[in-house]
Nanobody
Framework: QVQLVESGGGLVQAGGSLRLSCAAS????????KGWFRQAPGKEREFVAA????????DYADSVKGRFTISRDNAKNMVYLQMNSLKPEDTAVYYC?????????????WGQGTQVTVSS
């Protein structure tokens, strides 16, 4: 079982940047794909980005392509989400996930979430 703890959320103005971090524990963290999801008030949870265990493969939602970058540091058991050019519609609770593959990223372990608020 992998335990995930997100951090780095906060309040930022539109056009600004934030970097979310996700600390993981568990023996097999480095062999798992990692992902980020978000849920805005009154909306369903949606996929944001994912990265393979090696970091060699990534996937992004169309809404964040070119603005967000997912990365990982297996030596530190960390995964990151660099968010640039933030928009008010990026406001949501962001969740870190871990699973055996990118294809099953929504079906594995989840963190408790971190709030991101983008003001206009």
């Amino acid at each position: 079982q992998v335990q995930l703890v997100e951090s780095g959320g906060g309040l930022v103005q539109a056009g600004g940047s934030l970097r979310l971090s996700c600390a993981a524990s568990g023996r097999i963290f480095s062999s798992y794909a990692k992902g980020w999801f978000r849920q805005a008030p009154g909306k369903e949870r949606e996929f944001v980005a994912a990265i393979s265990w090696s970091g060699g493969s990534t996937d992004y939602a169309d809404s964040v392509k070119g603005r967000f970058t997912i990365s990982r540091d297996n030596a530190k058991n960390m995964v990151y989400l660099q968010m640039n050019s933030l928009k008010p519609e990026d406001t949501a609770v962001y969740y870190c996930t871990a699973s055996s593959t990118i294809a099953t990223i929504a079906l594995g372990s989840w963190g408790q979430g971190t709030q991101v608020t983008v003001s206009s």
